[in-house]
């Protein structure tokens, strides 16, 4: 019996001779030493800058709960991290397996199908795993003032490895069964994003809550549907947020006590960590079962289906397709992965993205009719009359000359008042009956208030330059060493084409993939800028922007900006690094680094804005800080927006456009900058890597 469990689970895992090999390289290499020290650093950075800020607090209530919070801050940075690094590691595991020139030989090994998937398998996440691990004593010292239980730390730690074994699974399945391609890496982390990103936006969608439980004072919290299978949502329910505690088992209603959906409610986060673990286990199975099969075959999984299914085309003559002036760019736009098929992901994005908008659209433009209102024309300023409606019953009320008329707690004058608006009340002067003295009028309250579709609306668009952002970045970080490892490199430098042909045909063929994506940000702004249009005749005087019109020319600008710099970023790593995984690793952090900062900075000069347009100006130059300010200016304008009068407010707004159209400039003469340099070095770089 000893002997049977050495021989097989001995050898499948702990002397896994594919696990051992890479442990053994990685803790020799400086470059995994070097980021691991730099995530360790990181973190403890982030909490040490906490603990300053909670100065000399003696209070051990106050402690316990600061603790707590960087507890929950400290989680969610480590589990973003993860989601954005997984992918990266894991969809190598797509192609390279195929690519390898050694594939072939390693089936010819004694080494078993099981010792192959799960070598494979756990070395690709081995380094997640060791980032996680590096963190353990960070997340210790959280528990020092008290406020976090161990067991918050092990489902913080459950759930992110959860997330990194997941996506290794799904990615050693598709590069098995040979479902995946070079165009797979691309789809496969845009999924991931949607994936992730989408299912939190459906989480704001009342329709899907489900009441949780109400803890002391707080009103009665709820969490969604999608709690339990999204690594962010089950992660928030394990922190104790008292507006996201999932409900108790028996506070169930009747038709939900069953098991496993009673589980599923009332505790998503374990939830999460066993269903995770079970797929990933579920998937690796077939994949240990049918790995010399498959390999030997020469029919590939979709190929038997399709011929199943009888969806096989007959042999024909294929159309010839246009070529660009610049087939470098026609190349990378519409056959790699960054294109040709994946044209119906990008249109599910943009559809999201529409029905994201449309929904708060929807939610701020249903109004909701009091019982009392006055509409237009209600004040008759010759007789001194006015006109309120109680229940579409019209009642007639003179008004004093000295009548003081409140509109949302502001006083405002009678002749500003041109649209309809709902009356809270009135005061009526006891000694001339029906006269009134004071009138307080408000805005109907609407689905979402205008501060709260601002706030949804900012978030929208903020997720989705995200997902642009890291996919953009992404796939440019992986256009140069792809070709390195495949070897097309060479063939294409032994071809008359220069260097600068050959870049300048990376950057186009990028910003081509990037249009579509960008639409969707720019689409969800026009959505609401027309609706504005329309709301501006019927609300006049009262009326304020969702967002501000000149957002329709501004977004694209920006967006413009970003990506040409997430390419040339790419692009740039890429030349430098010999592998796509520390190509793309260092481009997403500099370019969340960049953006990050940047944004950071802006928000504190923006927000300093007082009755002067420079901050706004300076503030800006982020791209970021610049689409916040016209989504939500109230919240990220600073006071100027908040207390200024129209022509305050018309200065800020110009302030803006000048301060976006002169960081354009300088930001295209930056990416040209980056570009040149690219194309002088660009043999020297090639030819150094070649040693």
Not at 69 to 93: D, E, K, N, W
Not at 271 to 287: K, M
Not at 385 to 398: C, G, Y
Request: hydrophobic letters at 50%.
């Amino acid at each position: 019996m000893l002997a049977i469990a050495r021989d097989i689970f001995w050898r499948l895992i702990p002397a896994n001779p594919i696990l051992l090999r890479i442990i053994s390289m990685a803790g020799k290499r400086r470059r995994d030493m070097i980021i691991r020290c730099i995530y360790l650093g990181l973190l403890c950075l982030w909490v040490v800058m906490m603990l300053i800020s909670l100065g000399s607090e003696t209070d051990l209530n106050e402690l316990a709960k600061n603790s707590a919070s960087i507890f929950r801050s400290i989680s969610y940075v480590q589990l973003l991290l993860v989601a954005l690094l997984s992918p990266v590691f894991t969809a190598g595991a797509i192609t390279q397996e195929g690519d390898s020139q050694t594939y072939d030989i390693l089936l010819t090994t004694p080494l078993s199908n099981g010792q192959i998937v799960l070598g494979s398998l756990l070395s690709r996440i081995f380094f997640i795993i060791a980032l996680l691990l590096s963190g353990v004593p960070v997340f210790a010292i959280t528990q020092i003032f008290g406020g976090v239980g161990l067991d918050n730390i092990l489902y913080s730690f459950g759930i992110a490895a959860g997330t990194a074994f997941l996506t290794g699974a799904i990615a050693m399945s598709l590069a098995t069964f040979r479902l995946g391609t070079r165009r797979t890496i691309f789809g496969f982390y845009l999924f991931i994003i949607i994936y992730l990103v989408g299912l939190i936006l459906l989480d704001w969608v009342p329709w899907f809550h489900v009441a949780g439980g109400a803890v002391y004072d707080e009103p009665t919290s709820h969490i969604s549907w999608f709690t339990g299978i999204n690594p962010f949502l089950a992660l928030k329910a394990s922190m104790g947020d008292p507006s996201y505690l999932p409900p108790l088992a028996a506070d169930l209603p009747e038709s939900l006590r069953w098991w496993p959906v009673s589980w599923y409610l009332s505790s998503p986060h374990s939830f999460f960590i066993a269903v995770t673990f079970t797929i990933g286990l579920v998937l690796t199975i077939p994949s240990v079962i049918f790995l010399r099969k498959v390999a030997q075959s020469t029919m590939t999984l979709r190929n038997w289906i399709m011929l199943k299914l009888r969806l096989t085309r007959s042999v024909t003559a294929r159309r010839p397709r246009y070529v660009w002036h610049n087939p470098i760019a026609w190349r990378e736009a519409k056959t790699k992965a960054s294109a040709a098929r994946m044209t119906w992901m990008r249109y599910a994005l943009i559809a999201a993205g529409l029905i994201g908008a449309i929904w708060i659209l929807s939610m701020f433009a249903r109004v909701e009719l009091p019982s009392r209102y006055i509409s237009r024309g209600a004040f008759n300023t010759e007789q001194r009359m006015v006109t309120i409606l109680a229940s579409d019953r019209p009642v007639i009320h003179r008004y004093a000359e000295d009548l003081k008329v409140t509109l949302d707690g502001r006083e405002v004058a009678i002749e500003s008042l041109d649209s309809r608006l709902a009356v809270k009340d009135y005061t009526i002067d006891p000694r001339r009956r029906d006269v009134l003295t004071a009138l307080d009028l408000a805005t109907p309250s609407r689905g979402l208030s205008l501060a709260d579709t601002q706030s949804y609306l900012l978030k929208l668009l903020l997720l989705e330059v995200a997902v642009v952002l890291i996919v953009i970045t992404n796939v440019a970080a992986s256009t140069v060493t792809r070709e390195k490892e495949d070897g097309s490199l060479d063939l294409l430098l032994a071809s008359p084409i220069t260097s600068r042909y050959y870049l300048w045909g990376k950057v186009r063929g990028l910003m081509s993939v990037a249009m579509p994506l960008n639409l969707v940000p720019v689409a969800s702004i026009v959505v609401f800028v027309v609706y504005d249009i329309f709301r501006l005749v019927s609300e006049g005087s009262q009326f304020l922007w969702v967002v501000f019109p000149e957002a329709i020319v501004i977004a694209p600008l920006l967006l413009s900006i970003l990506t040409a710099f997430a390419a040339v970023v790419g692009i740039t790593m890429s030349l430098r690094c010999r592998s796509t995984t520390v190509a793309v690793m260092a481009s997403v952090g500099i370019v969340v680094g960049l953006v990050g900062c940047a944004a950071m900075i802006g928000y504190g000069i923006a927000d300093s804005a007082r009755s002067s347009w420079m901050p706004l100006a300076i503030g800006s130059f982020s791209p970021v800080t610049a689409l916040s300010v016209l989504a939500s200016p109230e919240q990220f304008g600073g006071r100027i927006f908040r207390d200024g009068d129209a022509s305050m407010i018309l200065e800020a707004r110009l302030g803006v456009i000048l301060g976006v159209l002169l960081s354009s400039g300088l930001y295209a003469v930056m990416i040209w900058t980056v570009y040149k340099s690219m194309v002088k070095n660009f043999d020297m770089t090639i030819r150094r890597q070649s040693r």
